[in-house]
């Protein structure tokens, strides 16, 4: 298996995902809920799961709880990553996730541990290095307490200075600084975009422009997901629309984005054309709404939705 690049996720603010499912969330009332599963995660930790299952060897870093560790302690040796957690006094938090019949979900995600000063400037003065030991950082999800997005924003461009590619996937501030910092690869949904570009986006073409105008800021790789419209990628070659089959089954679509940027990671560490590598992304996220839990468990159904991807040449 071609593996060139050298590659580590990063999760500041990881949590176990209490995942479980319902007809109905009926508001105010006592809802009974299927439990699903109680899994250590987090986007970042998800990405690396994913890459674990498709045999990718990396690292995985961000912050964790110094008291409730084991059972991410034990993923880690389970997955076969290297655990460079950084960890702090505290437990992780524990967010819950509820998916309705119709394929909604409630998330319900808590703040969790505070980063003090002292941990951040520990925790930056270690990635200052990171240039010896990886070529491509991901640096997915939420911000912990104690961190602020201008803070993040002046980490990632750190990461960037040493020439590392940073593939950042997060929303809200983090996602806007972060955005400033010239991350290699984005990938924000259709809401995100809308956000950043302060306006609707109720065409594919209006989509694009939108991502033109963020690309333009000095990010070389922008794909934007779009729920069952698939997802585009534009970078300085063209720009490809991939749309997965439907899924006829929907368990849950927890970490499907996740699952999604593993794919894409993969497909650049085997060396493939951009096409390729966003129909197997695209396939990989297809596949993660079927199940209850992140991962590849058979890589011959993967294989098969991939097929089924329909790749068209916007450009």
Not at 19 to 37: A, D, K, P
């Amino acid at each position: 298996m071609t593996q060139q690049l050298r590659i580590a996720t990063v999760t500041l603010n990881p949590a176990f995902d209490l995942v479980g499912r319902l007809q109905r969330i009926e508001v105010g009332e006592v809802n009974t809920v299927e439990t699903l599963g109680l899994y250590p995660a987090g986007k970042g930790i998800n990405v690396a799961k994913v890459l674990a299952d498709l045999g990718v060897k990396l690292a995985v870093s961000g912050f964790l709880g110094a008291e409730n560790q084991g059972d991410f302690v034990q993923s880690f040796k389970q997955n076969g990553v290297d655990d460079q957690f950084y960890r702090i006094d505290g437990k992780t938090r524990i967010n819950v996730k509820i998916t309705e019949t119709e394929a909604d979900v409630t998330d319900l995600n808590f703040l969790g541990f505070e980063i003090s000063a002292e941990d951040w400037a520990n925790f930056t003065a270690q990635s200052q290095q990171w240039a010896k030991a990886f070529d491509l950082v991901v640096v997915s999800g939420s911000l912990p307490l104690g961190v602020t997005a201008q803070q993040f924003s002046q980490w990632l461009e750190s990461l960037h200075q040493q020439g590392l590619k940073v593939v950042l996937d997060s929303s809200n501030a983090a996602l806007t600084e972060g955005l400033k910092a010239h991350p290699w690869l984005v990938k924000p949904n259709r809401r995100e975009l809308e956000v950043w570009a302060n306006r609707p986006l109720n065409s594919l073409e209006e989509v694009i422009a939108a991502a033109q105008e963020l690309r333009a800021g000095g990010i070389e790789n922008v794909i934007i997901s779009m729920g069952a419209d698939g997802s585009v990628w534009l970078n300085s070659e063209d720009v490809v629309q991939a749309q997965p089959p439907r899924c006829q089954n929907v368990v849950s679509t927890v970490g499907a984005g996740d699952s999604m940027v593993a794919g894409l990671i993969y497909g650049l560490a085997q060396g493939w054309d951009k096409a390729k590598t966003l129909a197997f992304a695209s396939g990989t996220s297809a596949l993660a709404v079927s199940q209850n839990n992140v991962g590849i468990s058979d890589r011959n159904a993967l294989d098969e939705i991939v097929a089924q991807v329909k790749l068209t040449q916007l450009s």
